[in-house]
């Protein structure tokens, strides 16, 4: 029932495409996602990466449209994590005969994974396999973003199969890029991924793209693992990957907070006018209503963040807790933060609020605004006066 697509000669997506999940790991998929696989074709047969257990039957069946899956030779593991791997042993039931090809960390984590007695082809950076006609060439992407991840490249084609990388949580019929009107929303969901998880390893991005620059290797094609195929904005994307990976934002403030009765939403909406009045792009994101997994996606993007919290048992209000204990993992580069918030009596949240920005790296720039419980005039005030200067921070 299901067909390969041919996305370049001899090569062809035999992947799954998975319309209904909606949370992976933490992070809402609200475009669903893809797992791909690609079959090479060369004298030889290999096939990069498998699909999540459950969808070893649309692999299968795709593959079958176009080979006898028992007639290939490799198995490329470009990375072990479930999504990729979770149909291994379903497929070696099939095909017994086609060796494994995995770096050091992917071989022993396979084992981890699977017990097995599979016999595994250990490659490092700049190894080549020969299918006859078509050339493998591989890459280490040492934690980007397991211990095990890989690049392939192929040669012939200049086809890269990245895995995870330059990846989109997205379902689609449509297989590329340029393919018709979903560039912006692709473009969303590849920051949305590279905020969630690829953000905390970010240095590590631009020396492996220098490693690739160094191996002159022309790339015609990105075949990420998940989501589109990028053909047409090969070079967007890496440059959007540059950008992120070194902390390059707009001048753009997010304002990101949670209320008990309203008054810290009304001081939230005073910063927002005062930015306005100083014409600052800026959004209010309320995190009852935003999930956290989409505002650090937004925070990616955005110089400054302004987290309002009222002081709920000394302390922060959970939803804005939770996303600061996320963005500690995160680590996201170069953000300037400010804290406000109303309080009854204590008022703790707006040093707690400072005090996990510092951890996470974000420079506190202003001691944080409080109002007792309900804003007043001059409390309004007050926060337009803070908008404005947040503002004036964006030109500093
Ligand atoms: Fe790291 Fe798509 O799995």
């Known amino acids: 029932?299901?067909?390969?697509?041919?996305?370049?000669?001899?090569v062809f997506w035999v992947g799954a495409i998975d319309w209904d999940i909606r949370e992976f790991h933490g992070y809402t998929t609200n475009r669903g996602t893809t797992?791909?696989?690609?079959?090479?074709?060369?004298?030889?047969?290999?096939?990069?990466?498998?699909?999540?257990?459950?969808?070893?039957?649309?692999?299968?069946?795709r593959i079958k449209s176009i080979q006898d899956p028992k007639k290939i030779d490799y198995l490329i593991m470009n990375h072990l994590e479930m999504d990729h791997s979770g149909a291994i042993p379903s497929f070696k039931e099939l095909a017994p005969n086609a060796q494994i090809v995995a770096t050091d960390y992917g071989s022993k984590g396979l084992l981890k994974h699977f017990p097995h007695d599979w016999p595994v082809q250990e490659v490092k950076t700049g190894h080549e396999l020969s299918l006859g006609g078509k050339t493998l060439k591989f890459l280490e992407a040492y934690m980007l973003h397991w211990p095990d991840s890989m690049f392939t490249y192929l040669l012939e084609d200049s086809i890269l199969f990245s895995n995870d990388g330059f990846g989109q949580h997205y379902a689609s019929f449509q297989r590329f890029d340029d393919d018709d009107g979903h560039f912006e929303g692709i473009m969303e969901e590849a920051a949305k991924y590279f905020a969630n998880i690829l953000m905390p390893l970010a240095p590590l991005i631009p020396p492996l793209l220098k490693k690739v620059e160094k191996m002159r290797i022309p790339i015609e094609i990105i075949a990420p693992s998940h989501g589109i195929i990028w053909r047409s904005h090969t070079n967007h994307i890496i440059n959007s990957y540059v950008e992120w990976s070194t902390?390059?934002?707009?001048?753009?403030?997010?304002?990101?907070?949670?209320?008990?009765?309203?008054?810290?939403?009304?001081?939230?909406?005073?910063?927002?006018?005062g930015l306005g009045k100083a014409r600052v792009e800026h959004k209010l994101l309320r995190l009852r209503t935003n999930h956290y997994s989409d505002v650090v996606r937004e925070i990616l993007t955005s110089k400054i963040v302004v987290i309002g919290s009222p002081t709920i048992n000394e302390g922060i209000f959970p939803s804005v807790a939770q996303l600061l204990s996320y963005l500690k993992g995160l680590h996201p580069l170069k953000k300037?933060?400010?804290?406000?918030?109303?309080?009854?009596?204590?008022?703790?949240?707006?040093?707690?609020i400072n005090s996990e920005m510092r951890a996470s790296g974000i420079e506190?720039?202003?001691?944080?605004?409080?109002?007792?419980?309900?804003?007043?005039?001059?409390?309004?005030?007050?926060c337009l006066q803070l908008g404005e200067r947040i503002a004036s921070l964006l030109n500093n």
């Open 1 to 10: 029932m299901y067909e390969a697509a041919e996305i370049g000669k001899g």
């Open 35 to 61: 797992y791909n696989a690609y079959l090479i074709k060369g004298e030889k047969t290999a096939l990069v990466d498998t699909v999540k257990a459950a969808f070893f039957p649309e692999m299968i069946s």
């Open 247 to 273: 902390g390059v934002a707009q001048d753009r403030v997010l304002i990101i907070y949670d209320t008990m009765w309203g008054s810290t939403e009304t001081m939230a909406k005073a910063i927002s006018e």
């Open 336 to 352: 300037k933060g400010v804290a406000f918030g109303s309080y009854g009596w204590g008022g703790e949240a707006i040093e707690a």
């Open 364 to 382: 506190v720039v202003e001691p944080g605004l409080g109002v007792v419980y309900v804003p007043m005039n001059r409390d309004i005030e007050a």
